[in-house]
């Protein structure tokens, strides 16, 4: 039974809609102030293995990560919903534990515990999407969860790199990050509890969104596989270009000759975040699913050719380096938020499929992250000696042509199914 607030909530788009995503952002803001500060540091003395340190603490985490993605296809897309606040809470304790014994523990466990760290925090993405999915506002939600995507790493290096000025070690700062974060953490849990359940007028215009047994999965693959796998390859392409964006953007800042200002991670995504969030936050007015799925396919495909022209204009010397990064993030983390959630939530109702989001998001995640641990091992042993900048350079300019063609692969593809569906439903 509703309480109340709750039932006041349901009555309001505009009172829903804003509760929901600031709970939903600051929950994940507080995932990613456990997750991203230790990023922070250089490590610039340490090796291990005869590797780079921090190297080798990126692909433990991502290691960690990706586990937990192939993990989640199975818990997040069966999860029961009463258990969603208990297993959120449980996850970010066993991270912050990790942060501990990263903090006191010599250099070289370090990873093992950065693995450990990285393990539980890959589920909390689809624990908070429950709340997000088959709402009337979904795209509203998703964009203030997603908007972490491009500022909060940013806000996490500038809080880590502030620690490490007050001459905090760099093995300690990621666990102190944590414990500043705990009282905002808690808040936001309290404020998701009090979501409302969607109503009849939703589960109508969206479908049920209920846990998948095996038998649906299998189902579901069998009906959908082509999309899904052309889903899965465009968004690997951009986990990768995103996570050298992300996890290095010290060492990209650094080549292009900001490397002393820490300010840098926060102010230039802020245009990119403001821009990206205007622009996806109004999808939900699209009430037609089958039209908004087009709609982001379409919008995917603008955002990675602007990608791939602002980095041929700055490879050419006619773009500098801020509106570069500002401009091409914007191409990137269009089509990489319409990819955490939303366009696979347009799919689903599109074509009335009996699943949810979590499914198919933690396939996508998995091969994703996967592929960003290929990546980094082949920088550091594919006798590539490319510095970071260069070898991200590379990253937008071929897998932006690769994304490219997958998109219009993807768009080509929708564009029969929907006809075909179209055809059906005029007979019936």
Not at 87 to 100: P, S
Not at 244 to 258: C, H, K, S
Not at 345 to 367: C, E, L, S, T
Request: charged share 15%; net charge positive; glycine share 8%.
């Amino acid at each position: 039974m509703l309480t109340p607030f709750q039932r006041r909530l349901q009555r309001s788009d505009l009172a829903f809609g804003l509760w929901a995503g600031i709970a939903a952002f600051c929950a994940y803001f507080c995932m990613y102030l456990f997750r991203k500060p230790y990023t922070a540091g250089t490590y610039a003395d340490w090796t291990l293995w005869g590797i780079d340190y921090k190297i080798v603490l990126v692909i433990a985490q991502v290691l960690g990560y990706a586990l937990s993605k192939f993990i989640g296809i199975k818990i997040i897309s069966e999860l029961n919903l009463k258990r969603r606040i208990p297993l959120f809470l449980g996850f970010i304790g066993i991270a912050w534990l990790a942060l501990v014994g990263f903090a006191f523990s010599p250099p070289s466990w370090g990873p093992f515990w950065l693995f450990i760290n990285g393990l539980p925090l890959g589920m909390i993405w689809g624990i908070l999407f429950t709340y997000c999915e088959g709402r009337k506002l979904t795209e509203m939600i998703t964009v203030f969860i997603a908007a972490n995507f491009i500022i909060t790493s940013g806000v996490a290096k500038t809080i880590g790199r502030w620690l490490l000025e007050l001459g905090y070690s760099e093995q300690v700062m990621p666990m102190l990050v944590g414990l500043l974060v705990m009282p905002l953490l808690f808040l936001s849990l309290w404020m998701l509890s009090q979501i409302p359940p969607p109503s009849p007028e939703e589960t109508q215009s969206k479908s049920v969104r209920p846990a998948m047994d095996n038998r649906a999965k299998r189902l579901f693959l069998k009906q959908y596989g082509l999309p899904v796998t052309l889903f899965v390859l465009l968004y690997l392409v951009l986990t990768i270009i995103r996570d050298i964006r992300d996890n290095f953007a010290v060492e990209i800042w650094t080549g292009l000759g900001y490397g002393e200002s820490p300010e840098i991670f926060s102010t230039t995504e802020l245009p990119v975040t403001f821009i990206v969030l205007i622009g996806l936050g109004f999808l939900y007015r699209i009430k037609n699913n089958q039209k908004a799925l087009r709609a982001n396919i379409i919008i995917c495909l603008a955002g990675i050719l602007l990608l791939l022209c602002t980095t041929g204009l700055f490879t050419w010397g006619s773009l500098s380096p801020v509106l570069w990064m500002i401009f091409s993030g914007i191409g990137l983390f269009l089509p990489y938020i319409l990819f955490n959630g939303i366009i696979f939530d347009r799919f689903i109702a599109a074509y009335k499929i009996n699943g949810n989001v979590g499914f198919i998001m933690y396939i996508a995640d998995a091969f994703g992250y996967l592929g960003s641990i290929v990546i980094m091992l082949y920088k550091n042993f594919g006798n590539t000696n490319l510095a970071w900048l260069d070898f991200y350079l590379s990253l937008c300019l071929f897998g932006g042509l690769l994304a490219l063609v997958l998109v219009i692969f993807i768009l080509l593809q929708n564009g029969r199914r929907t006809y075909k569906l179209t055809t059906y439903s005029k007979t019936l």
